[in-house]
């Protein structure tokens, strides 16, 4: 069984002790307890415990679910809301921090056991896939090759480092805009022409352009060969593109 550092997060005392309680039976170390929204946020910044059960329900200016968004936006810990108010006006509100899981009070030892212990190894899960993308960015990143990744919808939810350079785009704010707008493929007299996106989309496979003309950022133009693949996901079907692409040596 996997064993964690937990921090509570309950404004009554009684039942944060009863919880501390439940959590030193099952093996777990009690990293730290918060009674506030504000208090929850400072300890997680300090301590990164491994798991939070956060009550919804806090005293205070912010909420658990508004402490939940701040600490999101800092560390990768796994949330559990801990609630006795199940509404679904709540519980739609809190599933847009993305939790881990719902706890409904009262609970008991059992039901507190299993919901740790598969939070715990969706987290394990998560890190490693995390650890492989970042590792895998880092790799591009260090190509002299351009690539762009973008979703069947057109949206870029990748560029590395060659890209941005050569398209003259900000790195960090690629992502989410459209993909003609980034990499514009001009014709012969110079007009936008749409990329061959929808062809590789329905048919499946790879395209390659050679001595393609392009507009950048900066409104200069370049010269380059260009390649465009489909991605297909786990089960086969087509998710995205990938675009590839250098300066022509032409």
Known sequence: ML????MVVEDEALVAAAIESCLKNLGHQVA????????A?????ALDPDLILMD????GRIDGIEAATRIGQALHIPVVYLTAHSDDETLLRARTTEPYGFILKPFDEKVLKAVIQMTLYRSVTQSRV??????????????N????????????AYCNQAAARLLSCDQAKTRGRILGEVLQLLDEQGVPA???VTQVLLEGKSVELKG??????????????????????????????????HESLL
């Open 194 to 196: 749409p990329l061959p």
């Open 56 to 59: 919804i329900r806090l005293k």
């Open 41 to 45: 946020v400072r300890k997680a910044v």
């Open 145 to 156: 090759e351009a690539v762009l990744e973008a979703d069947v919808k057109g949206e870029i």
């Open 130 to 143: 995390r650890r492989g993308r970042d590792h895998l960015n880092r790799l591009l990143d260090s190509i």
């Open 3 to 6: 064993k964690a550092r937990v």
């Open 32 to 39: 730290a307890s918060a009674a506030s929204g504000e208090e």
């Open 212 to 245: 393609c003309v392009i507009r950048n950022g900066e409104e200069d133009h370049r010269v380059i060969d260009l390649q465009l693949s489909p991605v297909r996901n786990e089960a086969g079907a087509i998710s995205g593109i990938v675009l590839a692409f």
